[in-house]
């Protein structure tokens, strides 16, 4: 097999530099001390992405932005735009279909590429590589790193190992001089916890942990362990998969809001606004949901969730929203709202419609309006349409999860 992942450098930054730089910006976000981040007044103020200059000066991701400004004074910070993150991403997935029709989104700016029989198509698979490189970098005007190997998890690793804007190859001929010698904690699936308990067990390395004796992994972490011991030697069967649903548990949206809920309709547009990113999600995926939750965490930080089993599966804005609103009905206890989520799991491929003489509205005509308004949004973005008592609510929409500005598009309450 010959698979290759594809990574986009310091990804939201790079999307908005490019954005800027198309627009007629005198100023590259890449070559500035900047970051993408979100705002301190409604309660997200971290570091979603950072420059090459950003991070010398120690800013790492996922720090608060006060963190991040005492390290850089001048620090640039630009507030994410989901909208346009989810464009560019979707333009790179297209470009990669032209080399392959296994192409898996593994997230919004990684994908993997199944380039075995492409291979007999376009030849030798770096040159390859790096003409999908170039042609991201000359036509959509933002760098990937691109990984190959024999198994996703050695193209991941081999995508790493120098950035930005670079090919490389790791196949398991090459795992002892190129992988090895790299700190464990560079390894997939180690985190910060998991790299501290390692090296107290001196493995400073992947490979002293590759050559360690699986049974003595096995006694510290479990069945985690043979899992790291398999990675650490590049052992690795999983597919590329066209869709990433039969793996997800869920599909879910959430947000924290700028100020305190305590009215009812306001939770509810909130909650429908996050059932709308849902829905076409789902949509997307062609997936649909079986287990409706919701959660609710209020003023004092105190969460709770309810969830409900549909007696169909379901993808519909309008029927999942239904099944959102009694959720939050039986559950709100009245007291201040800060963060509001919404998610579908026990996700299926298989429609099955059960006719009801209670069902208020025409699940085919509603099944019609999704998808009209989802191709829409998709051709000429998600500001093209949106519900008329929204603007008027006072509660502002959510992009992507994050409070934001009243012009996006959402849906309104009551549908």
Same mark, same amino acid.
């Given at each position: 097999?010959?698979?290759? /992942?594809?990574?986009? @450098?310091?990804?939201?930054?790079?999307?908005?530099? =490019?954005?800027?730089?198309?627009?007629?910006?005198?100023?590259?976000? $890449?070559?500035?001390? =900047?970051?993408?981040?979100?705002?301190?007044?409604?309660?997200?103020?971290?570091?979603?992405?950072? *420059? &090459?200059?950003?991070?010398?000066?120690?800013?790492?991701?996922?720090?608060?932005?006060?963190?991040?400004?005492?390290?850089?004074?001048?620090?640039?910070?630009?507030?994410?735009?989901?909208?346009?993150?989810?464009?560019?991403?979707?333009?790179?997935?297209?470009?990669?279909?032209? +080399?392959?029709?296994?192409?898996?989104? +593994?997230?919004?700016?990684?994908?993997?590429?199944?380039?075995?029989?492409?291979?007999?198509?376009?030849?030798?698979?770096?040159?390859?590589?790096?003409?999908?490189?170039?042609? #991201?970098?000359?036509?959509?005007?933002?760098?990937?790193?691109?990984?190959? *190997?024999?198994?996703?998890?050695?193209?991941?690793?081999?995508?790493?190992?120098?950035?930005?804007?670079?090919?490389?190859?790791?196949?398991?001929?090459?795992?002892?001089?190129?992988?090895?010698? !790299?700190?464990? %904690?560079?390894?997939?699936?180690?985190?910060?916890?998991?790299?501290?308990?390692?090296?107290? !067990?001196?493995?400073?390395?992947?490979?002293?942990?590759?050559?360690?004796?699986?049974?003595?992994?096995?006694?510290?972490?479990k069945s985690y362990g043979t899992l790291l011991w398999q990675y650490a030697n590049g &052992?690795?069967?999983?597919?590329? $998969?066209?869709?990433?649903?039969?793996?997800?548990? %869920?599909?879910?949206? *959430?947000?924290?809001?700028?100020?305190?809920?305590?009215?009812?309709?306001?939770?509810?547009?909130?909650?429908?606004?996050?059932?709308?990113?849902?829905?076409?999600?789902?949509?997307?995926?062609?997936?649909?949901?079986?287990?409706?939750?919701?959660? #609710?965490?209020?003023?004092?930080?105190?969460?709770?969730?309810?969830? $409900?089993?549909?007696? /169909?599966?379901?993808?519909?804005?309008?029927?999942?929203?239904?099944?959102?609103?009694?959720?939050?009905?039986? =559950?709100?206890?009245?007291?201040?709202?800060?963060?509001?989520?919404?998610?579908?799991?026990?996700?299926?491929?298989?429609?099955?419609?059960?006719?009801?003489?209670?069902?208020?509205?025409?699940?085919?005509?509603?099944?019609?309006?999704?998808?009209?308004?989802?191709?829409?949004?998709? $051709? +000429?973005?998600e500001k093209i349409l949106i519900r008329g008592c929204f603007p008027h609510s006072g509660?502002?929409?959510?992009?992507?999860?994050?409070?934001? @500005?009243?012009d996006y598009p959402i849906m309104t309450s009551l549908l």
């Amino acid at each position: 097999m010959i698979i290759f /992942h594809i990574d986009v @450098n310091s990804a939201y930054l790079s999307w908005q530099a =490019a954005y800027e730089l198309e627009n007629g910006s005198n100023r590259d976000l $890449r070559t500035l001390p =900047a970051i993408i981040g979100g705002d301190q007044t409604k309660r997200h103020g971290i570091v979603l992405a950072k *420059s &090459i200059p950003a991070k010398k000066q120690g800013i790492i991701t996922g720090e608060s932005l006060l963190e991040a400004r005492l390290k850089c004074p001048g620090l640039l910070v630009i507030a994410p735009n989901y909208q346009l993150f989810a464009q560019c991403s979707e333009a790179m997935y297209e470009l990669l279909l032209e +080399y392959s029709p296994h192409v898996q989104r +593994y997230s919004v700016d990684e994908c993997f590429l199944d380039y075995t029989a492409s291979q007999r198509l376009f030849g030798d698979p770096v040159e390859t590589a790096h003409t999908i490189r170039n042609r #991201i970098k000359e036509e959509l005007g933002f760098t990937v790193n691109i990984g190959i *190997s024999s198994n996703k998890l050695l193209a991941k690793m081999g995508g790493e190992l120098k950035k930005p804007d670079q090919v490389h190859t790791l196949f398991p001929a090459e795992i002892a001089a190129k992988m090895w010698p !790299l700190p464990v %904690g560079d390894l997939f699936m180690v985190g910060r916890a998991t790299q501290k308990k390692l090296q107290r !067990l001196n493995i400073q390395t992947i490979g002293e942990l590759a050559k360690n004796d699986p049974s003595f992994l096995r006694l510290h972490f479990k069945s985690y362990g043979t899992l790291l011991w398999q990675y650490a030697n590049g &052992i690795d069967d999983s597919l590329v $998969r066209e869709s990433n649903f039969p793996a997800q548990k %869920g599909i879910g949206n *959430s947000t924290t809001i700028s100020f305190d809920v305590n009215d009812r309709k306001e939770a509810l547009l909130v909650l429908l606004s996050l059932t709308e990113k849902v829905g076409l999600r789902m949509r997307r995926k062609k997936a649909l949901g079986q287990v409706v939750t919701i959660s #609710i965490k209020n003023f004092h930080l105190e969460k709770l969730s309810h969830q $409900r089993r549909l007696t /169909h599966p379901c993808q519909s804005t309008r029927g999942l929203y239904e099944v959102v609103e009694t959720l939050f009905d039986e =559950a709100w206890t009245g007291a201040p709202i800060r963060h509001l989520g919404v998610r579908v799991s026990d996700l299926t491929d298989q429609p099955f419609e059960q006719l009801s003489l209670f069902d208020t509205y025409d699940r085919e005509k509603d099944a019609t309006l999704d998808a009209t308004m989802d191709k829409l949004r998709k $051709r +000429y973005g998600e500001k093209i349409l949106i519900r008329g008592c929204f603007p008027h609510s006072g509660i502002k929409s959510i992009q992507g999860g994050v409070a934001e @500005n009243d012009d996006y598009p959402i849906m309104t309450s009551l549908l």
